[in-house]
C-alpha cells in the first residue's frame, strides 16, 4: 500500500524487494530481514499488522496537523469542527495501532513458519522477548511513578497551603526547553535557514495570531509546567498500551507458563480447568486489554487538547489587539493537579451537557445520559464471572418449571470471550458516546 511504485509488481521494472530484503544485514543480526518476503507475500495478518501501525500513526500525525495548520481559516475558528476533527482521527489511530497488534498475534499463532524465520531479525526478538518485555515494563513502572507522583505532590502541596513548594511555573519550574527549542526553531527559519519561508509553517510555534473577524483560529501555543507534566502522562499510557500489545505478539506462540499456547490458538478462557491462574493469556486477551488502555490513553489526550486549546488559544482579540480566551488561560495554572483536573475541567465544563434539557443542546444531554448508561452496562459484564451468570440462570429455568412453562431450549450464558467481547464493546462505545456529548455541549455552547 505504502511503497506501490517504488518496488517491483507484476513488471520487471523497480526493485526486488526480496533482494533488498535479503541483503539488509548488519553485524549483530544474523540473518537479517531473510524471510520477511516470504511472511508479507503469503500472510495477510503480517501485511494489515504493518499497514494498520502505519495508518493509525498516520490517523494521529493528521488529527495534530488539522488544528495546528487549518487548511483554510473559517475552519480554524469553527470552534466544533477542530475539536471533532481532533477528536475522531486520534479515536481512528487509537483503534488501528490496536488492530496492529490484534493481526500480528494472528499471524504469530496461524501464519509464522519458525523454521521460515530461523535466526532472522523476527525469530531474534522472540528469543530477546524476556529482556525486551521487562524494560518496557520497567519504563512504564518509572514513568506511571515519576509522572503521577509529580501530581499527587501538587495536589498535597495545595492541600497543605504550600504552593512555594509545588512543581508550577512560578514556583518549582519543569520547563519543557526541548519544546520551547522546537517552537523557536520554527519561529526562527523563516528568513534563515528557510530564506525563502514568508512566515512559520504553523502559528502553533509562534509568530502573529492568525484570527477573522475578531475569533481566533491559531496563535502561539505558550508551553510550561502543566504541558511537561500531562505529556509525561502521555508517554506513561502510550507505553503500556503497547506493552500490553507486544507482549500478547511476542507471547502468542508459547511461554513459560503456557509452552503450548500455539495449539490453543489465538483465543482461549484458559488452558483448562486443572490448571488455576492461566485465564486472560491468549493473543485474544491482551487485544481485549490493550483496548482499556488505548481508551485511557486517547482519553487523556483528548482532554488536554480540549482545555489546553479553550485556555491558552480559542477566543477573541479585540481590535485594540486585547485577547481574551475562553477560559482564561486557566490551564497553566490548574493542570498543575488532578483536582485541577476534575474541578476545572471536567466538573467546570460539563455544567453545559449537564444543564442542556430545554435547550436546543438537550439531546447531547440525552447523549450523554445514555452513553453513561451504556458504558455502565459493561462492568456487568466485565466485573462478574461466567458462573455466576449460569447459576443464575439455572434459578430462572427452575422458577419456569415451577410454572409449567419450561423453555424448549435450554439457555446458556455468555462464554466468557463472548462476555468478555461484549463488555468491551459497551465499555468503548459508552466512553466515546459519554466524552463525545461532553465536548460538543460544551464547544457549542461558549465556542
Not at 401 to 409: E, F
Not at 421 to 438: D, E, K, N, P, V
Request: hydrophobic share 45%; net charge positive; aromatic share 12%.
Amino acid at each position: 500500500i505504502f511503497a506501490g511504485h517504488m518496488y517491483r509488481t507484476n513488471w520487471g521494472i523497480g526493485h526486488s524487494m526480496k533482494e533488498i530484503l535479503e541483503a539488509h544485514k548488519g553485524p549483530l543480526t544474523g540473518e537479517g530481514h531473510k524471510g520477511l518476503y516470504e511472511i508479507l507475500t503469503t500472510s495477510w495478518h503480517a501485511q494489515l499488522a504493518i499497514n494498520l501501525a502505519m495508518m493509525g500513526s498516520l490517523s494521529i500525525i493528521v488529527a495534530h496537523h488539522m488544528y495546528a495548520m487549518p487548511a483554510y481559516p473559517y475552519i480554524g475558528i469553527d470552534y466544533p469542527t477542530q475539536l471533532t476533527c481532533f477528536t475522531h482521527h486520534m479515536w481512528i489511530g487509537g483503534f488501528c495501532v490496536v488492530g496492529a497488534g490484534a493481526h500480528a498475534s494472528i499471524f504469530m499463532v496461524r501464519d509464522y513458519s519458525p523454521i521460515q524465520s530461523y535466526n532472522n531479525l523476527l525469530d531474534r526478538v522472540l528469543r530477546h522477548r524476556d529482556a525486551i518485555i521487562s524494560h518496557l515494563n520497567w519504563v512504564c513502572i518509572f514513568l506511571g511513578m515519576h509522572s503521577f507522583g509529580l501530581y499527587i505532590h501538587n495536589d498535597t502541596m495545595r492541600a497543605l497551603g504550600r504552593p512555594q513548594d509545588a512543581f508550577s511555573d512560578k514556583a518549582i519550574q519543569l520547563q519543557p526547553i526541548f519544546a520551547k527549542w522546537i517552537q523557536s526553531v520554527h519561529v526562527l527559519a523563516p528568513g534563515s535557514t528557510a530564506p525563502n519561508a514568508l512566515a512559520t509553517s504553523s502559528y502553533a510555534f509562534g509568530g502573529d495570531i492568525v484570527a477573522v473577524n475578531g475569533k481566533i483560529a491559531m496563535m502561539p501555543i505558550p508551553l510550561g509546567t502543566a504541558d511537561f507534566m500531562v505529556h509525561h502522562i502521555h508517554a506513561f499510557t502510550i507505553h503500556v498500551t503497547v506493552l500490553i500489545l507486544l507482549k500478547g505478539t511476542l507471547f502468542a506462540r508459547s511461554s513459560r507458563l503456557i509452552p503450548d499456547k500455539a495449539n490453543l490458538g489465538f483465543r482461549f478462557p484458559c488452558d483448562g480447568p486443572g490448571r488455576g491462574g492461566t485465564c486472560q493469556v491468549s493473543a485474544w486477551d491482551h487485544v481485549f486489554l490493550g483496548l482499556f488502555w488505548m481508551y485511557n490513553c486517547i482519553s487523556v489526550v483528548l482532554f488536554h487538547f480540549s482545555w489546553k486549546m479553550q485556555s491558552d488559544v480559542w477566543g477573541t482579540v479585540s481590535s485594540a489587539g486585547k485577547v481574551s480566551h475562553i477560559t482564561g488561560g486557566n490551564f497553566a495554572n490548574s493542570a498543575l493537579t488532578v483536582n485541577g483536573w476534575l474541578r476545572d475541567f471536567l466538573w467546570s465544563q460539563a455544567s453545559q451537557v449537564i444543564q442542556s434539557y430545554g435547550s436546543a443542546l438537550s439531546a447531547y444531554g440525552l447523549i450523554f445520559l445514555g452513553a453513561h448508561f451504556i458504558w455502565a452496562f459493561s462492568l456487568m459484564f466485565l466485573f462478574s464471572g461466567r458462573g455466576y451468570w449460569q447459576e443464575l440462570i439455572e434459578s430462572i429455568v427452575w422458577a419456569h418449571n415451577k410454572l409449567k412453562l419450561a423453555p424448549a431450549i435450554q439457555p446458556r450464558a455468555l462464554s466468557i470471550t463472548h462476555g468478555r467481547a461484549a463488555g468491551l464493546a459497551h465499555y468503548l462505545l459508552g466512553g466515546i458516546g459519554t466524552t463525545w456529548s461532553f465536548f460538543f455541549a460544551r464547544i457549542i455552547s461558549v465556542g
